[in-house]
């Protein structure tokens, strides 16, 4: 018995995919030596899903090796610049690429201030867009690969050949965003986006997650507008101890948190006892 239980251990082991989390962009909007917000799933040394494309985004995504051609999704957590402007960069890169089949490109709905993803990509690359040059990716026959936006208005799970995606509406001011879950196998990761948590939705998706990428964007004293946007390192820790999640990674740093790092570990290990980290552009993990 003993003997077969191991074999099946092993044997789950040997057949795992081996499944990585990269941060392609540690950074916010600001200038300071980091791309902004991007991160990559890589499975089997495959890069399978891109989540954000901030400013350098393209680079980074370059320096690593991954190629469009093997993306199953992109995901837009919000439109703000910081995470969504290199989309025309990786768009018009297709042309050069050998991707032809077509890419899902997930975002949030729109309101009042800010657009959807659909409407965002016909703002962009529609025929009377800015891009309107490009307007060929919306089509089923394009040049290059084509792009099919996709709006989620509550929480929703969509399922790809590799991973499981499970995305839930979050509190970013006036901005519609949305946090990301994402699993492999019995591997998952929490992306917060941006938010304050004040509708605690990232609760509905934390529960036990291997890594929750949480950004980190405002020190425990910030007062005003700030923290109607970001979660502070208290609300980060309470989240990941009451959802029992194994480590956190702390990224979109900014320069109001950065040479804090000690401060923020302090207030954060009071709460919680996992393994928290910082991320630079460039880190991957291994889940
Ligand atoms: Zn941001």
Known sequence: MKKTILLLLTLTTLFAAKVEFEVLGSGGPEIDGRASTSYLLWIDDEA???????????????????????????????????????????????????????????GPEGNHYFPSMSEFVE???????????????????????????????????????????????????????????????????????????????????????????????????????ATQLHMNPTEIATIAQKSHVKNILLTHRMKRTLGKEQETLEIIKKIYKGKVSFAEDRTRVRL
């Open 48 to 106: 399978k899903l891109i989540v954000d494309m901030g400013s350098g985004s393209m680079l980074r995504f370059e320096q690593s090796h991954a190629k469009l051609e093997t993306l199953e999704a992109a995901v837009l957590t919000h439109m703000h610049i910081d995470h969504s402007v290199d989309l025309a960069s990786f768009m018009k890169a297709g042309y050069f690429s050998q991707r032809r089949a077509s890419l899902d490109v997930i």
């Open 123 to 225: 703002r962009l690359f529609g025929s009377d867009g800015a891009y309107a040059y490009m307007q060929d990716i919306l089509e089923e026959d394009s040049d290059s690969f084509s792009l099919v936006p996709i709006d989620i208005e509550e929480k929703t799970t969509r399922v790809y050949k590799d991973f499981r995606l499970t995305m839930i509406p979050v509190h970013h001011g006036n901005v519609p965003a949305i946090a990301v879950r994402i699993d492999v196998d019995s591997k998952s990761i929490l992306i917060s986006g941006d938010t304050n948590n004040e509708n605690h939705s990232l609760e509905k998706l934390a529960t036990e997650v291997d890594l929750f990428v949480a950004h980190h964007a405002i020190p425990e004293e910030a007062k005003g507008y």
